[in-house]
């Protein structure tokens, strides 16, 4: 069983309130400079803009005809005639180490990502880590299959220049391997041609290297080979960092807070030690502590005794 709670040990919240009341003036003056200090650091922290693209994977219907000709012939050549495996390969490439360190690579953005690394961390692997935490975020929503590339940075028009070329560089990437993938597959199915005199297989293999080649001719003249753009990036023009409001008000809290504990503690020593007294003082309604023995009865009755 709880042992019962004492009556000089009771926190009266009336007390509290006369306290926070008496030390009025102190806390609006520590909530106030807190909150100006929150403002002088917001409007000095550097903007961060965000600019997002929306893309959609691009599904391959060309292949069909391809895939039922290579159920016939149980694969050959390691040729990949699926169109999900390519499309999950394009999300595997742009959310790659690979696309983010050719994407710095070629706009030369390696030295400007580690500036303010030390000397032994200015490398291409240190810039991509800096551009995959900071800087670029993927979302891929699978309800409606939409991807969200975003990237953030100090200047908005080239958050959305970065944003754009990501993809764009991601779509070159994956149309260049089509492209050595189909000239690969109709070298092999030439060879092939010639080596056979089954009529069946060469009317398989041929038909195989028109597919090819029109997938050849199909890739050369699409630009948006893997992703399709249904939104691309613009310049934003609100920043996402700081948010000047929200900080003004997290500093004036903070300053009350600050403030609060300076006024009980305040009013606790001045509680315990009175000015002009060394005596401890009477029992503090708010923090707990024995009172004053003044020249009471009770006093003077300690001094004459029985």
């Known amino acids: 069983m709880s042992e019962p709670v004492r009556e000089d040990q009771e926190i009266s919240l009336a007390a509290v309130w006369d306290v926070l009341w008496r030390y009025r003036l102190t806390l609006a003056m520590c909530s106030v400079v807190a909150g100006g200090v929150a403002a002088a650091v917001a409007f000095m922290t550097t903007p961060i803009y965000q600019a997002q693209v929306v893309v959609t994977k691009v599904q391959d219907q060309s292949m069909a005809g391809a895939g039922s000709l290579m159920g016939q012939l149980g694969g050959l050549a390691g040729m990949n005639l699926n169109a999900s495996s390519e499309s999950n390969e394009a999300v595997a490439l742009l959310r790659s180490q690979y ?100 009529i069946e297989l060469r009317r398989v293999f041929t038909n195989l290297i028109e597919t090819e080649t029109k997938k050849l001719m199909l890739t050369n003249a699409q630009p948006e080979y893997s992703f399709k753009f249904v939104d691309p990036a613009r310049p934003p023009e609100l920043r996402i960092w700081p948010q000047r ?31 002009n007294s060394s005596r401890p003082s009477e029992r503090d309604p708010v923090l707990g502590t024995r009172g004053v023995i003044g020249n009471d009865a009770r006093s003077v009755a300690r001094q004459i005794g029985p």
Do not use: C
């Open 99 to 198: 696309l983010i360190g050719e994407f710095l690579t070629r706009n030369n953005l390696v030295n400007q990502m580690v500036e303010k690394e030390d000397p032994e961390r200015r490398s291409l692997w240190w810039a991509s880590r800096g551009f995959r935490n900071n800087v670029l975020s993927i979302d891929e929503n699978t309800l409606n299959g939409t991807i969200t590339v975003s990237v953030k940075w100090i200047e908005p028009a080239v958050a959305a220049d970065w944003a754009n070329k990501f993809v764009d560089l991601a779509n070159e990437l994956m149309r260049m391997r089509a492209m050595k993938q189909a000239n690969s597959s109709i070298a092999y199915l030439q060879d092939q041609l010639a080596h056979t005199q089954v």
């Open 245 to 275: 409001t929200l900080m003004v008000i997290v500093g004036g809290i903070i300053g009350l807070f600050l403030g609060s504990i300076f006024a009980f503690v305040r009013h606790s020593v001045g509680t315990r030690w009175p000015a």
